[in-house]
């Protein structure tokens, strides 16, 4: 089993509409959550990074974390084309290794 | 900020070449950096963390004489693929952070290098 989980995709929704990612995980020592866009051929671009459970909003994007049930979420409101990318999410114990989901590839359609 | 730049952002050389890639913290000192793979449509995979002016620590089945890492000053870590071959084709990419002492930093990334060997 691995450490983080995250459905490939592709998640095809239409233009305006909300687009919901999550990651669950097993180790517990997990403190730090992070979610990254990237763009093909491109290098991951940090989107939110989270270290409690709760909600943190910026913008359009909100994300949660859940550390009793090991689940994170990211949610994009009014989602654009422009927001077509694979999801990244990722999350880090007491150091500085990164431990990351196999990533979502999410279509926004016009 | 934390701009992370990287060159070249695609190279193509023949087998048995080396290929050096640099990555460069623009607006920050990144004490420590790491050097990633990611094969099509997979998720980025460690290959080595690099703190500046000491060794860098590579991960299991990393051939360290493969792939050499310096890390000579706070914003600059370069990788050299020695003698590269086909199979070392791939996207590379460095991320870095700022204090490495403190653990909630995040890593910002590069935009990577598509080494292709022929």
């Known amino acids: 089993q691995k450490e983080v989980e995250q459905d490939p995709g592709p998640l095809s929704v239409p233009e305006g509409a909300i687009v919901s990612l999550n990651c669950t995980y097993s180790?517990?020592?997990?403190?730090?959550f992070m979610w990254y866009r990237q763009y093909s051929r491109k290098g991951p671009e940090l989107l939110m990074y989270?270290?409690?459970?709760g909600n943190k909003e910026d913008g359009r994007f909100t994300a949660q974390v859940d550390k009793s049930s090991k689940y994170i979420s990211l949610f994009i409101r009014d989602s654009q084309p422009s927001d077509s990318a694979t999801y990244l999410c990722?999350?880090?114990?007491?150091?500085?290794?990164?431990?990351f989901g196999g990533g979502t590839r999410v279509l926004v359609k016009p | 900020g934390a701009v992370v730049s990287q060159h070249p952002s695609w190279v193509i050389c023949k087998s048995g070449t080396s290929v050096k890639i640099e990555c460069r913290s623009l607006?920050?000192?990144?004490?420590?950096m790491f050097w990633y793979r990611q094969f099509p449509k997979k998720s980025l995979m460690l290959m080595a963390t690099?703190?500046?002016?000491?060794?860098?620590?590579?991960e299991q089945g990393v051939e360290k004489d493969k792939f050499l890492i310096n890390h000579a000053s706070l914003t600059l870590s370069t990788l050299t693929v020695t003698s590269a071959h086909p199979e070392d084709s791939s996207f590379y990419i460095c991320?870095?952070?700022?204090?490495?002492?403190?653990?909630?930093?995040?890593?910002?990334f590069g935009d990577g290098t598509r080494l292709s060997i022929l």
């Open positions: 690099s703190n500046e002016g000491s060794k860098a620590t590579y």
């Open positions: 990722a999350m880090k114990a007491a150091g500085n290794k990164l431990t």
């Open positions: 991320s870095g952070i700022g204090d490495s002492q403190l653990t909630n930093q995040p890593q910002h």
């Open positions: 989270t270290y409690s459970s």
């Open positions: 607006d920050f000192q990144a004490t420590t």
């Open positions: 180790n517990s020592a997990f403190q730090y």
